[in-house]
Nanobody
Framework: QVQLVESGGGLVQAGGSLTLTCVDS????????MGWLRQAPGKEREFVAA????????TYADSVKGRFTISRDNAKNTVYLQMSSLKPEDTAVYYC?????????????????WGQGTQVTVSS
């Protein structure tokens, strides 16, 4: 059973930083690729960042490249999303997601398990 629990969202001013954390209660975390996706009001869920099972490969949406960093600690069953230089357009519910496979995914449809989401609001 995979249960993903996100934390770390909140309200921040433009230009500020936040770090999101996702803990996986399952036993196969170290074999799964993980990702962060987000959904703004009235918009479809979109890919933000992903990391392979061993952290050896990461990939980012163009809109966050250079500002966000995804990382993982397999000993703690945890994946992180460090967000800096935040913009109002980054406002969304951020979801942690896991794949059944070790390779990264860049589409929401490629993910098999989802957290409940955490709200990030960036004020101008």
């Amino acid at each position: 059973q995979v249960q993903l629990v996100e934390s770390g969202g909140g309200l921040v001013q433009a230009g500020g930083s936040l770090t999101l954390t996702c803990v996986d209660s399952g036993r196969a975390f170290s074999r799964r690729a993980m990702g962060w996706l987000r959904q703004a009001p009235g918009k479809e869920r979109e890919f933000v960042a992903a990391i392979a099972w061993n952290g050896g490969r990461t990939t980012y949406a163009d809109s966050v490249k250079g500002r966000f960093t995804i990382s993982r600690d397999n000993a703690k069953n945890t994946v992180y999303l460090q967000m800096s230089s935040l913009k109002p357009e980054d406002t969304a519910v951020y979801y942690c997601a896991a794949r059944k496979t070790p390779a990264v995914g860049v589409r929401a449809a490629e993910y098999d398990y989802w957290g409940q989401g955490t709200q990030v609001t960036v004020s101008s």
